[in-house]
Nanobody, 127 residues
């Protein structure tokens, strides 16, 4: 079992930055690949970014590539999402997720591959 708790959301003006954190419980954090997903009002949840167990490989949605950076600290059981140059269309509830499956690449973009989810943190970007 893994429990995930996000933090760092809030309100920011377009062009600004935010850093989201996701703290995981348990001693086996390094055995999980991690992902960030978001859901805007009236829209389906969508993939944002993912990172491999070691942190050596990352994946991004085209809409955030070059603006967002996912990273992890396996000694702190935490995954981060650095959001730069944010846009109003980034407004959403951001959730982190963990998967223990041995999957890589495009499989990490699929929300049904993830076993554990956090409650989410709201990010609001004003123009």
């Amino acid at each position: 079992q893994v429990q995930l708790v996000e933090s760092g959301g809030g309100s920011v003006q377009a062009g600004g930055s935010l850093r989201l954190s996701c703290a995981a419980s348990g001693r086996t954090f390094s055995t999980y690949a991690m992902g960030w997903f978001r859901q805007a009002p009236g829209k389906e949840r969508e993939f944002v970014a993912a990172i491999s167990r070691s942190g050596g490989t990352t994946y991004y949605a085209d809409s955030v590539l070059g603006r967002f950076t996912i990273s992890r600290d396996n000694t702190e059981n935490t995954v981060y999402l650095q959001m730069n140059s944010v846009k109003p269309e980034d407004t959403a509830v951001y959730c982190c997720a963990a998967t223990g499956a041995l999957i890589v690449g495009n499989f990490l973009r699929r929300e049904n591959e993830y076993d554990y989810w956090g409650q989410g943190t709201q990010v609001t970007v004003s123009s």
